[in-house]
């Protein structure tokens, strides 16, 4: 037995990946694009309540014409980016608990 199969942790992250691999459109798939959007969003509004507070000069100040707009897409992007590379993890446990629900439900 290796050491993934005993750790939970380990053992959602090796799920999170195997089902990178899934059929578009089935139940894995579905489950791991919305963990991913979960932990997308989580991470945006980490990065809002982190720069909130930094005031409103510079090119990305909403006292500037659309600074407040352009901010908003530049952290969208990239709590994107962060969540599509794996940095924070918390989309693997959000898969986990995503399929224990449906096959609860099954």
Request: a positive charge.
């Amino acid at each position: 037995m290796s050491v993934a199969n005993t750790i939970p942790a380990l053992q959602a992250i090796s799920a999170y990946n195997a089902a990178a691999s899934a059929k578009a459109g089935t139940q894995q798939a579905k489950a791991r694009n919305t963990a991913q959007g979960f932990e997308s969003t989580f991470i945006q509004n980490m990065l809002e309540n982190l720069v909130s507070g930094m005031g409103t000069e510079g090119p990305l100040g909403s006292g500037q014409t659309g600074g407040g707009a352009w901010r908003g897409f530049l952290l969208e992007e990239m709590s994107k980016g962060m969540s599509k590379s794996g940095t924070v993890g918390i989309a693997p446990q959000v898969y986990r608990e995503i399929m224990k629900f449906q096959e609860r439900r099954a």
